[in-house]
C-alpha cells in the first residue's frame, strides 16, 4: 500500500522560505513520478509542481514559477519543495501526490491518484 507522510510546514512571515519533504513508503520510489498541490480554505487544489520518477522534468505553477524548487532522492524515497520568497497568498495546506501508473500525469488533480495527509503551511504579512 502506498503511503505518503510530508512534513515541513509551519509559520513563517512574508519573504521567507520553508522546505515541505514527503517520505514514501509501499512501492519502488524511483519508478514513479510525484507532485505537489495545495489547497487554501474555500479554494479548489491547485497544482504546485512535478518531478519526473528520474527528476530529468519538473514542471511548476504560474503562482510559483521562480520561486519554488522541487527535488527527489530516490535513494532516500523522498520528494522535497524548497518554497522561496513565500507571499501571504501561499498560505495553504500542501499536499504530495503520486499516480498509480508509471507516467507522469498532467497538471491536473483527477490525474494523480495516491495523496498524503498534507502539511500546513502559513505566511503572516
Known amino acids: 500500500q502506498v503511503q505518503l507522510v510530508e512534513s515541513g510546514g509551519g509559520f513563517v512571515q512574508a519573504g521567507g522560505s520553508l522546505r515541505l519533504s514527503c517520505a514514501a513508503s509501499?512501492?519502488?520510489?524511483?519508478?514513479?513520478?510525484m507532485g505537489w498541490f495545495r489547497q487554501a480554505p474555500g479554494k479548489e487544489r491547485e497544482f504546485v509542481a512535478r518531478i519526473s520518477s528520474s527528476g530529468g522534468l519538473t514542471t511548476y505553477g504560474d503562482s510559483v514559477k521562480g520561486r519554488f524548487t522541487i527535488s527527489r532522492d530516490n535513494a532516500k524515497r523522498t520528494v522535497y519543495l524548497q518554497m522561496n520568497s513565500l507571499k501571504p497568498e501561499d498560505t495553504a495546506i500542501y499536499y504530495c501526490?503520486?499516480?498509480?501508473?508509471?507516467?507522469?500525469?498532467?497538471?491536473?488533480?483527477?490525474?494523480?491518484?495516491?495523496w498524503g495527509q498534507g502539511t500546513q503551511v502559513t505566511v503572516s504579512s
Open positions: 509501499g512501492r519502488t520510489f524511483s519508478s514513479y513520478a
Open positions: 501526490t503520486t499516480p498509480r501508473r508509471d507516467y507522469l500525469p498532467p497538471p491536473r488533480h483527477e490525474a494523480w491518484d495516491y
